[in-house]
């Protein structure tokens, strides 16, 4: 059964930081890009971060570029978003996606919120 399970969001300040991880199983996780999506309320799903099966390659959102790092463990089966000088603007649903050419999973989120 494939499952990505996210965790690690919450309240936090303006400028604040937070570390979301997501944990994967039920597939051969190097086999996958993983992303991290993101859902404010009354807007579309938006990619924030990418990162290739190796790790070698990431990208981002240029809203998020230079504050946000996205990483991955493989050997754990675990994709990361750290988020540093959080803004209120950041505040949403986040998702763990894995992707390739045959697969799209996705995750049930975790609710970041950003606010003072």
């Known amino acids: 059964q494939v499952q990505l399970v996210e965790s690690g969001g919450g309240l936090v300040q303006p400028g604040g930081s937070l570390r979301l991880s997501c944990a994967a199983s039920?597939?051969?996780?190097?086999?996958?890009?993983m992303n991290w999506y993101r859902q404010a309320p009354g807007k579309e799903r938006e990619l924030v971060a990418t990162?290739?099966?190796?790790?070698?390659?990431?990208n981002y959102a240029d809203s998020v570029k230079g504050r946000f790092t996205i990483s991955r463990d493989n050997a754990k089966s675990t994709v990361y978003l750290q988020m540093n000088t959080l803004r209120p603007e950041d505040t949403a649903v986040y998702y763990c996606?894995?992707?390739?050419?045959?697969?799209?999973?996705w995750g049930q989120g975790t609710q970041v919120t950003v606010s003072a």
């Open positions: 996606n894995a992707l390739n050419s045959r697969y799209n999973f």
């Open positions: 990162i290739s099966r190796a790790g070698g390659s990431t």
């Open positions: 039920g597939f051969t996780f190097s086999m996958f890009a």
